[in-house]
């Protein structure tokens, strides 16, 4: 939705989009909340994650997930909450889980236990039979290291064993995975993933501005960005389009800075 015309605006992917997802982090979002929350950025939402357990004990969950459902935006469960069901030895109760309420998307991780890789793919392949499946690569741990090369070659298999599309861990806080501790990209690491595996098939987990601002920069408008928090859709689709500062120069003419400035110094 855009409520009047302005040049030099790039442009978006529409919904249901294969790129330019947003996915919108739900920590525990009451059924009014929600409802306030697709008043305004329903429209800029792709998918709705209910983070880590909180399905569990979130009030009104089926109210929710309705709510999501009617207004274009997919929900699902954080991969932390199938991952407490696998701990525990009850990968056929998440199953029925999800059958029970009706999710057509499902998150496979193991950014909090251990899950042999040929047994995650097995557990993807499974799970894709009958549903979509995004799969999370990286730990939840900022001790552990993993190398370039094996988190090219997870996300590569995982995409193969059928994943949708493959996460790239960086939890809510943004400080592990693919981004230093400092919350910075991790840049080696990064392109070093983006020359192996297509961009468009990876979700960034992005909770910070800076680390959008930085993911925008390199890959453009549409770019798939994830662990946004609810107040800040609308903010990230200005710094998608150019209408903040950060990205302001990002899709004017590439003179544009230069004549600006001619123009300011003969004003002066």
Request: net charge negative; charged share 30%.
């Amino acid at each position: 939705m855009r409520n009047f015309e302005l040049p030099f605006i790039p442009e978006r992917t529409a919904k249901p989009r294969n790129s330019g997802l947003t996915m919108m982090m739900d920590k525990g979002l009451s059924l009014r909340e929600v409802e306030n929350f697709i008043e305004a950025s329903g429209h800029l939402t792709d998918v709705a994650k209910f983070g880590f357990g909180t399905a569990f004990v979130s009030k009104d969950l089926e109210a929710k997930l309705k709510l999501y459902r009617e207004n274009d935006i997919r929900p699902y469960f954080g991969g932390t909450l199938f991952e407490a069901f696998y701990a525990r030895g009850m990968f056929e109760d998440y199953l029925r889980l999800l059958d029970k309420y009706n999710m057509d998307l499902a998150e496979i991780s193991d950014g909090s236990v251990i899950i042999p890789h040929d047994e995650k793919c097995e557990l993807i392949a499974r799970m894709a039979k009958d549903r979509t499946v995004l799969s999370e690569v990286g730990s939840k741990d900022s001790g552990i290291i993993i190398s370039p090369a094996k988190w090219i070659k997870m996300m590569s298999t995982e995409l193969e064993a059928g994943s949708w599309k493959v996460i790239a861990e960086g939890r809510e806080s943004g400080n592990v995975g693919v981004f230093r501790p400092n919350g910075t990209a991790h840049t080696y690491l990064i392109n070093k993933i983006i020359a192996k595996v297509k961009p468009e098939d990876i979700l960034w987990e992005a909770p910070q501005k800076n680390q959008q601002v930085w993911f925008i920069k390199l890959f453009g408008a549409n770019v798939n960005l994830g662990n946004i928090a609810p107040n800040e859709m609308i903010p990230l689709e200005c710094l998608r389009l150019g209408l903040r500062g950060d990205t302001f120069f990002e899709n004017l003419p590439a003179d544009y800075e230069e004549r600006l400035k001619q123009v300011q110094d003969e004003d002066e």
